[in-house]
C-alpha cells in the first residue's frame, strides 16, 4: 500500500507479539492496579465478544459476569497468556486468533467489549471497524469500551507528522513505531454519532476515558 499504513499496522502487530511477555507489568503499575474494577461498573452483559483482548486482564473479569466470552487477538503470544489466565482463574471462554482489520463476526453478542484498542485503530480504518463491530451487535445490544484519555498524549513519544503514532520502546532495547490516538470524550462521542452510534464516553478515574454505544438507528444498518 502506498501509505504504508498496512506496513504499520503489520509492525504494531508485531510490536504486540514481541511485548506480550512483559505486557502485563503495566497492570501492577499504580492507576492500572484496579483498572479491570471498572467491569462492574459498566453494563456488561450476556453473550460477550472481547476485541483485542491482550493478556486477559479483562477477560476474567468479563467471564466473570458473562454468559460466554469470545476472546479475539492478533498475537497468539497474547492469547496463550490469556488462555491461561482464565484457566486459572476456573473460568471458561472462546479465543480466536485474527488480524482485526479483516476480520468478520460470524454471529453477534449481546455486548463487544474492548480495552486499549480503538486508540490503536488508525483514522483511515475507524469507520471499517465500526462497521465490522455493528454486524457484530445484537439488536439492541451495546459496545462497551475503555482506553487513555486525550490528556495522557504528553505521557508518550508522539512522532511528528500526520500519522498519529508514537514510539515505544521493549525490554530489549527495540524500538517500535505504533498507531495511538488520543481521543478526548466529547470529540469521540460527536464521530460516532456521525457513523450512525449514540455514545456516551466520559472521563474515568486515572487518566482514561469509558465508552457505551448502541446503534441509533438498528433497522438502518442491517
Ligand atoms: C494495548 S493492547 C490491549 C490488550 C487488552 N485489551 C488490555 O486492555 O490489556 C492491544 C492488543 O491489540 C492486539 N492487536 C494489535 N494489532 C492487532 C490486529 N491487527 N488484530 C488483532 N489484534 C491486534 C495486540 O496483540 C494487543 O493484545
Not at 465478544?49 to 459476569?65: K, N, P, S, Y
Not at 469470545?70 to 476456573?90: K, S
Not at 456521525?194 to 478515574?205: E, M, S
Request: hydrophobic share 45%; proline share 4%.
Amino acid at each position: 500500500m502506498s501509505d504504508g499504513l498496512d506496513a504499520l499496522l503489520d509492525g504494531q502487530l508485531a510490536y504486540y507479539r514481541a511485548r506480550a511477555p512483559e505486557y502485563d507489568e503495566v497492570y501492577a503499575e499504580r492507576g492500572f492496579r484496579h483498572l479491570t474494577d471498572l467491569v462492574e461498573r459498566l453494563p456488561v452483559s450476556g453473550d460477550v465478544l472481547e476485541l483485542a483482548c491482550g493478556t486477559g486482564q479483562w477477560t476474567v473479569r468479563l467471564a466473570q459476569r458473562a454468559t460466554h466470552v469470545t476472546a479475539v487477538d492478533g498475537a497468539p503470544e497474547m492469547l496463550d497468556i490469556a488462555r491461561r489466565r482464565v484457566e486459572a482463574a476456573g473460568l471458561v471462554a472462546t479465543f480466536e486468533q485474527a488480524d482485526l482489520f479483516a476480520w468478520q463476526p460470524r454471529r453477534r453478542y449481546d455486548t463487544v467489549f474492548f480495552a486499549f484498542w480503538l486508540s490503536h485503530v488508525p483514522p483511515q480504518r475507524f469507520a471499517a471497524f465500526w462497521a465490522t463491530v455493528a454486524r457484530a451487535v445484537r439488536p439492541g445490544g451495546r459496545v462497551v469500551f475503555v482506553d487513555t484519555d486525550a490528556a495522557e498524549r504528553d505521557t508518550e513519544r508522539v512522532v511528528p507528522g500526520d500519522r498519529a503514532t508514537v514510539l515505544r520502546t521493549l525490554k530489549d532495547g527495540s524500538e517500535h513505531e505504533i498507531v495511538k490516538l488520543f481521543h478526548d470524550a466529547g470529540g469521540l462521542a460527536a464521530e460516532l454519532g456521525k457513523l450512525g452510534w449514540t455514545a456516551q464516553v466520559d472521563p474515568a478515574d486515572g487518566g482514561f476515558i469509558r465508552g457505551v454505544a448502541r446503534l441509533t438507528d438498528r433497522s438502518a444498518r442491517d
